[in-house]
């Protein structure tokens, strides 16, 4: 009895030995598949990081830039009003009544309006709307004032037709006071001309710099970044501290500031219109813009009292003026997103015991994700988001590849530039959903109207090309734009509405108009104006003797 005792002890040593020999084992391989998917997954995390907070910086720089492009088209709509023209051509005051009221029709719709005002030549207010915290009036005729001494009449009067005067965002200022509270503002105006084009005065808009500042807030909330905007001396336009804002205009705040706070990563941002920087303090996002740029139309503009209370005006170039949009996410932020991450890869490290089937499973959707990641990059990198087109950099390894076959076996292709007629404004009156919807359609159309060996590609705005692979000659590719023009023609159905629009294209053909891919660039785009030049909605192909 004692034997066998003395045997199962030792089976059972045994059994326990190979066990923590086999779990060492197992334990070892599982550790070192765990390390490599922490380092993976840590990669990949950090980049999806930086590419969403890059990706969510461009998204609130173009709704900035809309927004200003909006602000404009209704200051430059209002500068083009047929009661105002009257009143101004006609001397018919009447006109008065109306105009206040579309203004004050606009200051009620738009609600971001502080006040929209027409001054004469000499600096008069002739109408003026306050929103009044949204209750607009318009103001009777005896409390209009006079304001040709301010700095932003002067600077939109010495305009000339269709230029708009910008003034940089600060607050408001009553009576030599911050107004309480606070509100951020922006003035934008345009001159005004009778029809003998001599300037009668100007048209103002107070836009309440609030609305695009909550816009930014409200895109920020997509992102786990903390959004900022910065003016270019480092203080704080925006912040998630409002108590660390607008310290060059209040006192108090003065040494509130992003430079101060952080000097290494102002250094680096002043460096650079776009970076991105990771550092002990956390991932800092940073993209430039140009207020005094931001628009449809040329652009000049005053300082105004931007820079300090008091300060005297002075002009300033609108490359000089910029905002720093920021976006940062602290390190203690990023530490627990990867120690959650980690904590996630230890409960499956757990589960691997129990099966050995989950780590290929594991592993497997890690290469995945990872090559999913870099499709997407390549994606972005090659074709257009909205038509799922090849882009401008696309095209260019297209085009170039095309050349150096149609070289090597002697034989023609045709390049065509496509610019869609009537776009803009489609644009301007249907807005840009229904444009994005267009161009979509437009897309797609001329995929199907061309072979499967021809490329459709998408340059920008209502810019498109069409490469004609292998033709016989210039009728070939006469006959593939006439078919183009054709197909865009049939009007398209957005929204239950029928938008008609034409194209106008230009044909360059591989060897007659050039053996290099600049010269055929330009000969097709010029032929392309030549088309807009003389009617639209038609091609025309270039010369084979034009030089340029």
């Not at 940089?168 to 003998?196: H, S, Y």
């Not at 997509?222 to 336009?237: C, E, I, K, Q, V």
């Not at 002009?315 to 996630?344: A, C, T």
Request: net charge positive.
């Amino acid at each position: 009895m004692l034997k066998n005792k003395i045997s199962i002890d030792y089976t059972n040593k045994k059994i326990f030995r190979y066990f923590f020999i086999i779990f060492l084992i197992f334990g070892s391989f599982l550790a070192g598949t765990i390390g490599v998917l922490y380092n993976l997954e840590s990669k990949v995390y950090l980049k999806q990081l930086k590419l969403e907070e890059q990706v969510n910086l461009k998204l609130q720089l173009a709704l900035i830039s809309n927004k200003f492009n909006t602000i404009i088209s209704d200051l430059l709509f209002l500068s083009k009003q047929n009661e105002l023209l009257r009143l101004i051509n006609f001397d018919e005051t009447d006109y008065k009544k109306w105009i206040s009221n579309e203004y004050l029709e606009l200051s009620r719709k738009k609600k971001v309006y502080d006040q929209i005002r027409y001054l004469d030549k000499t600096g008069i207010e002739i109408v003026r709307v306050n929103y009044n915290n949204g209750n607009p009036k318009i103001v009777k005729e005896n409390n209009l004032q006079f304001k040709g001494n301010r700095y932003y009449f002067k600077d939109t009067f010495a305009l000339g037709p269709n230029e708009i005067f910008v003034s940089p965002l600060d607050l408001n200022i009553e009576n030599g006071q911050i107004e309480k509270p606070l509100k951020p503002m922006i003035r934008f105006g345009t001159p005004v001309f009778n029809n003998k084009k001599q300037k009668t005065g100007v048209i103002l808009f107070n836009y309440l710099g609030e609305e695009m500042l909550a816009l930014i807030g409200e895109t920020a909330s997509l992102s786990p970044g903390n959004a900022m905007l910065l003016n270019r001396d480092g203080f704080w336009l925006f912040s998630p501290d409002k108590e660390d804002e607008w310290g060059f205009m209040i006192e108090s705040r003065q040494k509130k500031n992003f430079s101060i706070k952080y000097p290494s990563v102002w250094t680096k941002m002043l460096s650079s219109e776009n970076c991105q920087i990771d550092n002990i303090d956390g991932l800092f996002t940073c993209v430039t813009i140009f207020p005094l740029k931001q628009s449809i139309e040329e652009v000049k503009s005053s300082s105004g009292s931007s820079f300090a209370i008091g300060e005297s005006q002075k002009e300033i170039n609108p490359n000089e003026y910029y905002w720093k949009l920021v976006s940062h996410i602290p390190k203690q932020e990023i530490n627990f997103g990867i120690r959650s991450l980690f904590i996630k890869l230890f409960f499956l490290a757990i589960l691997l015991f129990l099966s050995t089937s989950i780590p290929s499973w594991i592993i497997a959707k890690a290469i995945v994700r990872r090559k999913v990641y870099q499709t997407e990059l390549y994606r972005s990198a090659n074709y257009d988001k909205l038509t799922n087109l090849p882009n401008r950099s696309m095209f260019m390894d297209i085009i170039n590849q095309e050349l150096k076959q149609s070289k090597r076996y002697e034989r023609k292709f045709a390049l065509l530039f496509i610019d869609l007629d009537g776009f803009k404004a489609v644009n301007d009156t249907l807005g840009h959903d229904t444009g994005d919807r267009l161009l979509i359609e437009v897309a797609s159309r001329l995929q199907t109207g061309v072979r499967d060996s021809d490329t459709v590609a998408r340059l920008g705005g209502d810019e498109f090309t069409v490469i004609f692979s292998m033709i016989n000659s210039l009728t070939d590719a006469g006959l593939g734009a006439q078919k183009i023009i054709e197909n865009l023609s049939v009007p398209f159905n957005i929204k239950n509405q029928d938008i008609k629009i034409s194209a106008s294209i230009g044909v360059s053909v591989y060897p007659d108009n050039g053996d290099d891919v600049e010269r055929l660039l330009l000969k097709s785009d010029s032929a392309m104006y030549l088309a807009k030049k003389e009617g639209k909605n038609t091609y025309r192909l270039s010369s084979v003797k034009s030089k340029f």
